[in-house]
């Protein structure tokens, strides 16, 4: 079970290692090692709405970034079993997180979230919408009536999502965020101070200019290289999909306090 209130850094560190969003987790070596030849190769379903040109094509150079700024193992040689995420870095990127956060909320800004992973962290988005609008932001509301090839683009609890068949929908795609910045582009509305998204959503708001932080597990290497190059600004290193959404709420705790968003 979550453990109760907010916790301290050490308690949130043993957290994440016992729910296992750090530390060993459930996503294979073989299943990481497979993602980041594909990105390399030029396959854009794992490019995440970033356009990486050639600049990624040595799936080594992929490696040492995660193992740099996740804490995936650095030797090429470990091609199967466990890899891992460190949750020192995870707590580090909430850290970075919570800082810009901070600045929106001083600034009143105009914030849009997003997730292409409602499963496990639409409740984590909803939360930190919910603390952002009660400081002063603005959170965007999305324009109406956006599709994609792979569904409607529509918002549930102050948070864009993809649905399809009635269900919300887990994408990698930029394209639903792609028709939110073009929709609101149309309607003579401003683009977003900041996104808080995670998968292609995040990936496409920084490609497209716009300051964007999120998540992403260690499977997904695209937008950890782009947080390298400066494209996104912050993406914290988590699975992304463990067994209950629930285990999240002290990895949110912990970002809302730091973020001086709650007390």
Not at 185 to 214: I, M, T
């Amino acid at each position: 079970m979550p453990i109760p209130g907010t916790p301290s850094r050490a308690e949130l560190v043993d957290h994440l290692v016992r729910t296992r969003i750090a530390g060993d987790v459930a996503t294979p070596r073989e299943n990481n090692l497979s993602h980041y030849r594909k990105l390399a190769n030029g396959d854009r379903h794992y490019w995440l709405g970033l356009e990486l040109g050639e600049r990624w094509t040595d799936e080594q150079d992929v490696l040492a970034v995660m193992a740099e700024r996740v804490g995936v193992n650095d030797d090429a040689e470990h091609r199967h079993g466990q890899d891992t995420i460190d949750p020192e870095l995870t707590v580090a990127a909430l850290e970075r997180m919570a800082a810009r956060l901070r600045k929106a909320a001083d600034g009143g800004q105009r914030v849009l979230f997003a997730t292409g992973h409602p499963g496990g962290l639409l409740d984590v988005h909803r939360a930190t919408a919910d603390a952002l609008r009660g400081a002063g932001c603005e959170i965007v509301v999305i324009p109406e009536g956006l599709q994609t090839d792979e569904g409607y683009v529509m918002q549930f609890a102050d948070v864009a999502v993809l649905e399809h068949g009635a269900t919300l929908w887990h994408t990698h795609s930029g394209a639903p965020m792609k028709a939110i910045l073009t929709g609101l582009e149309r309607e003579g509305r401003p683009l977003p101070d900041l996104v808080v998204a995670d998968h292609g959503w995040a990936g496409y708001a920084g490609q497209h200019g716009v300051d964007s932080v999120g998540y992403a597990d260690c499977n997904d290497p695209a937008l950890f290289l782009a947080e390298s190059e400066g494209t996104v600004q912050v993406v914290v290193p988590l699975d992304d999909h463990v067994v209950s959404p629930r285990h999240y709420d002290p990895m949110t705790a912990y970002l809302l306090r730091e973020a001086g968003l709650v007390e």
